[in-house]
T-cell receptor, first 113, second 114 residues
C-alpha cells in the first residue's frame, strides 16, 4: 500500500511568519509531487507541483523535494490569515501508465492575525 | 472559461435509492477521477478513467458505478449497496501527457441520507 503521511496539525503560526508543511511518502519510485490548498467546505485547488530534487519557488510559496529521504515540503513565507486552510500533499504513483495520485490526509494551518 | 462542473451541489438520498452525480469538463483532459472525502480521512479514490469507454476501480469502488461514454463526462452513481454514502464527492481531471499532470477539481457534491 503506497502511503503519504502528513502531520494533521493544527499548525498555528503568527501573521508574517514562515509556515512549514511536511510530507513523507513510501513509494520510492514516485516522480511527481503536488501541493493543494483546501478551504473549509471547498474543493482542493492546486498550489504547486515539483518533480526535481531541490527547491521550486512561486511567489510566497516554495516547494522542496528530497527523493533520497522521500520527503517533500511546502514553505509559505509572510503567512497571511487568508492562508488558513488544509494543505494536501499528493504523490503520483510510480509504475504502469496510470495517472493516479495518492493523497495525504492534510495539515490544517491557522495563521493568527 | 475552462473548468470542471459538478452537479448538483447538494444531494439527498433515500434508503434503497440510487443517485447519480454529474461531472463535466471542458479542459480536453483524457483522464477523469472520482474521490470521496470524509472528515479526517483525506481523499479516497473511487473510480478513474484514462480514456473514453474505459475505467478502473479505485480503492473504495464497492457500492459505486461509473460510465465514460464521452470524453467530457464521467457520471458517478451511488447505488443502494453503498450503506454509508454521506460524504463530499469530488470529481477531477488531468492530462495524460507532459510532465506533472496535476489533477484539477470541480466544486464537489455533498451527499446526505434522508
Amino acid at each position: 500500500q503506497k502511503e503519504v503521511e502528513q502531520n494533521s496539525g493544527p499548525l498555528s503560526v503568527p501573521e508574517g511568519a514562515i509556515a512549514s508543511l511536511n510530507c513523507t511518502y513510501s513509494d520510492r519510485g514516485s516522480q511527481s509531487f503536488f501541493w493543494y490548498r483546501q478551504y473549509s467546505g471547498k474543493s482542493p485547488e492546486l498550489i504547486m507541483f515539483i518533480y526535481s530534487n531541490g527547491d521550486k519557488e512561486d511567489g510566497r510559496f516554495t516547494a522542496q523535494l528530497n527523493k533520497a529521504s522521500q520527503y517533500v515540503s511546502l514553505l509559505i513565507r509572510d503567512s497571511q490569515p487568508s492562508d488558513s486552510a488544509t494543505y494536501l500533499c499528493a504523490v503520483k504513483n510510480s509504475g504502469g501508465s496510470n495517472y493516479k495520485l495518492t493523497f495525504g490526509k492534510g495539515t490544517l494551518l491557522t495563521v493568527n492575525p | 472559461d475552462g473548468g470542471i462542473t459538478q452537479s448538483p451541489k447538494y444531494l439527498f438520498r433515500k434508503e434503497g435509492q440510487n443517485v447519480t452525480l454529474s461531472c463535466e469538463q471542458n479542459l480536453n483532459h483524457d483522464a477523469m477521477y472520482w474521490y470521496r472525502q470524509d472528515p479526517g480521512q483525506g481523499l479516497r479514490l473511487i473510480y478513474y478513467s484514462q480514456i473514453v469507454n474505459d475505467f478502473q476501480k479505485g480503492d473504495i469502488a464497492e457500492g459505486y458505478s461509473v460510465s465514460r461514454e464521452k470524453k467530457e463526462s464521467f457520471p458517478l452513481t451511488v447505488t443502494s449497496a453503498q450503506k454509508n454514502p454521506t460524504a463530499f464527492y469530488l470529481c477531477a481531471s488531468s492530462a495524460t501527457s507532459g510532465t506533472g499532470q496535476p489533477q484539477h477539481f470541480g466544486d464537489g457534491t455533498r451527499l446526505s441520507i434522508l
